[in-house]
Structures are given as C-alpha cells and as structure tokens.
C-alpha cells in the first residue's frame, strides 16, 4: 500500500532558529501532498498544499513566509518553520495523494514540534 | 463552512464494553467520510471509510461505522473493546470530488482500563 514517512518524528529547537520537516512518499510518485497542524485539543487544520514542481497553495490565515514548502520532487516534499516561536510548537502532520487512488491520501506520522 | 464535530473528546470505558464515539459533519456537497486512529507515537492509521452504497461500513479490529445522511452523521462503533485500543481517534470528511482536502474533527482519546 502507499506508505509516507515523515522526518523527525520529534524535534526540539531553539527560539530564533529554523526547523525543516521532511515528507516522503516510499511507494509512489506524489504530485500532491498536503500539510496539517494540530493545536492541543483542535482539530487537524490543513496548512497548504504542495505541488510538485509549482509553488504551494496556502490557506488562509498561514504566513507564506513563515511556513516555508518546497516539493521539489514526486518523492519530497520539506515544510521548513522559519524563526520559529513557541506558539509554533505544535504537531504538523503530511499527507500524499497516490494518483492511482483516487478517494484518498495518505498520512505521515507526524512531527512534534517544540520551540523552547 | 465546512466543519467536523466529535463529541466526545475523552472517554474511558472498561475492557469488553461497547464504544460509539459521534461524528457529525457539515458540507454542501456529497463527501467521503472516514475514521482513522492513532497510537502513541504512530502514523495515523485508516479504520474505516464511506463513500458510496451500504451506509454500514466496516473496518479493522471490529469497527464500524454508520453514515446517516439525513442526520449528517458518521459515528464510530465497537461492541466490545480492548485494552490496545487505547489510542486517538479522528473522523474527517473530504469533498467526493476532485480534492484531497480533509478537514478533520477534534479527535477523541479513548483509554480502555484493563
């Protein structure tokens, strides 16, 4: 089945510094793939979408320049949180869309962030 | 606007007893529905879902699910669980056409007390 990894599981930083998160697609070639954040106790909110080879679309309300997405090939897609601040520490969760299934994505295991 | 709503955000229940946890939905238009779950420090993992025909559904590990349309529900059942389902529990809809956009509700922690 489609099978996405996504890197670090866990990660602590520093206020200030940059944090990259790594979304891979193992078994197919993603054209699309999704980023999620979850706040303590809300829901899954979806961040942007990522396109390969285009630049990503973001939802409303997410900082473009905060929430830095390069999806610079079928297998990758990175979500690099730029100085980062301790209100963004915060779970961030990737999907994929296999082109061959139509219904569905496919998650990640998701990241914890932590900004200290 | 479109949104999940999942009632219950903790539940604790014994070995063997039943589970429903509630899921209600609000969308336009004719959506998926699923159901997944997550263990402690695991991908999200694919219960169940719903697009179309018998509106039972059936999982893994016994669950199930029912969509009623007209109530704009989807709730989780399990007649009797165990202590390994002990985890996080998520339903969240996407539109049945041309996206890949979940939206999510608010997840469930379910602890099942051996």
């Known amino acids: 089945g489609a099978v996405v990894s996504q890197h670090p599981s866990r990660v602590i930083c520093k206020s200030g510094t940059s944090v990259k998160i790594e979304c891979r697609s193992l078994?197919?070639?993603?054209?699309?793939m999704f980023w999620y954040r979850q706040f303590p106790k809300q829901s899954l909110m979806l961040m942007a979408t990522?396109?390969?080879?285009?630049?990503?679309?973001?939802e409303q309300g997410v900082e473009k320049d905060k929430f830095l997405i390069n999806h610079a090939s079928l297998t990758l897609s990175t979500l690099t949180v730029t100085s980062a601040h301790p209100e963004d520490s915060s779970f961030y969760i990737c999907?994929?869309?296999?082109?061959?299934?139509?219904?569905?994505?496919?998650f990640g295991q998701g990241t914890r962030l932590t900004v200290v | 606007a479109q949104s999940v709503s999942q009632h219950n955000h903790h539940v604790i229940l014994s070995e063997a007893a039943s589970l429903e946890l509630g899921c209600n939905y609000s969308?336009?238009?004719?959506?998926?529905l699923f159901w997944y779950v997550q263990y402690p420090g695991q991908h999200l993992q694919l219960l169940l879902k719903?697009?179309?025909?018998?509106?039972l559904v059936k999982g893994i590990k016994g669950f199930e699910a029912e969509f009623i349309k007209s109530k704009f529900s989807f709730n989780l059942r399990k007649p009797s669980v165990q202590w390994s389902d002990t985890a996080e529990y998520f339903c969240?809809?996407?539109?049945?056409?041309?996206?890949?956009?979940?939206?999510f509700g608010t997840g469930t922690r379910l602890k099942v007390l051996a």
């Open positions: 078994d197919f070639q993603a054209t699309t």
């Open positions: 990522s396109n390969e080879g285009s630049k990503a679309t973001y």
């Open positions: 999907s994929a869309r296999d082109p061959r299934i139509n219904t569905e994505a496919f």
């Open positions: 969240a809809v996407n539109a049945q056409r041309g996206t890949y956009k979940y939206i």
């Open positions: 719903y697009f179309s025909g018998d509106p």
């Open positions: 969308y336009g238009g004719t959506v998926n």
